[in-house]
Structures are given as structure tokens and as C-alpha cells.
Nanobody, 127 residues
């Protein structure tokens, strides 16, 4: 059974940090790209970051320089380190895995049809 389980969310003050984890099972993550997405109440889901199986990555403009995605294939886990958090980062954060690599940046907006999704973790940044 394929599973993606996010963890690490919580309540943090403006300027604080959180590290989200996406633990995967049931498939070989080495061959997959993984994206982080978020959805705030009343808003559409948006892509935050994408990391290919070779470690190359790209980010939403508003998080560049603050967020970093990484992967540990030995642990079947992908991470999202979030620093200098702002209230506008408040959202449910999801990870998703896909067998198709992408180097164009398009997956931040074209995320329909990705192979597997997690159930999300809530991040709340207080002002």
C-alpha cells in the first residue's frame, strides 16, 4: 500500500521555523520527484517546492530564500525546512510524489494527476 504521511506542522510565531517531513512507503522513492503544496482556507492549492530524483529543485517565488526542500532516499523521506515564517504561510501543507521528473517549474501550478498524495499537516503562523 502506498502511503505518504506528512508531519512537523504546528503553531509558530512570525519569524519562526518548522521542518516538515513526508514519510513514504509502498513505492521506491528514489525514482520519484516530490512536491510540497499548500492550501489556505478559501484559497486554491498552490505549489511550494519541487525536488526531482537527482536533487534538483525549484520554489514558489514567495518562499525562495526561506524554504528548502531536501530528500533522504535511504529514509524514504522528503523534507521542507521553513524559516522566517510569515502569517501568509499559514495553510495545510501536502506532499505529493510523481514518477515524472520536471525541470521547467511547471509542477507548482500543474499539479493535477500527480501519482500519490499525502493527507496534509497544518501550519499556523501567528502574528
Amino acid at each position: 500500500e502506498v502511503q505518504l504521511v506528512e508531519s512537523g506542522g504546528g503553531l509558530v510565531q512570525t519569524g519562526g521555523s518548522l521542518r516538515l517531513s513526508c514519510a513514504t512507503s509502498g513505492f521506491t522513492i528514489d525514482a520519484y520527484a516530490v512536491g510540497w503544496f499548500r492550501q489556505a482556507p478559501g484559497q486554491e492549492r498552490e505549489g511550494v517546492s519541487w525536488i526531482n530524483n537527482d536533487g534538483s529543485s525549484y520554489y514558489l517565488d514567495s518562499v525562495k530564500g526561506r524554504f528548502t526542500t531536501s530528500r533522504d532516499n535511504a529514509k524514504n523521506t522528503v523534507y521542507l525546512q521553513m524559516n522566517s515564517l510569515k502569517p501568509e504561510d499559514t495553510a495545510v501543507y501536502y506532499c505529493a510524489a510523481d514518477s515524472r521528473q520536471d525541470y521547467s517549474g511547471s509542477r507548482l501550478t500543474n499539479y493535477y494527476g500527480l501519482d500519490y498524495w499525502g493527507g496534509g499537516t497544518v501550519v499556523t503562523v501567528s502574528s
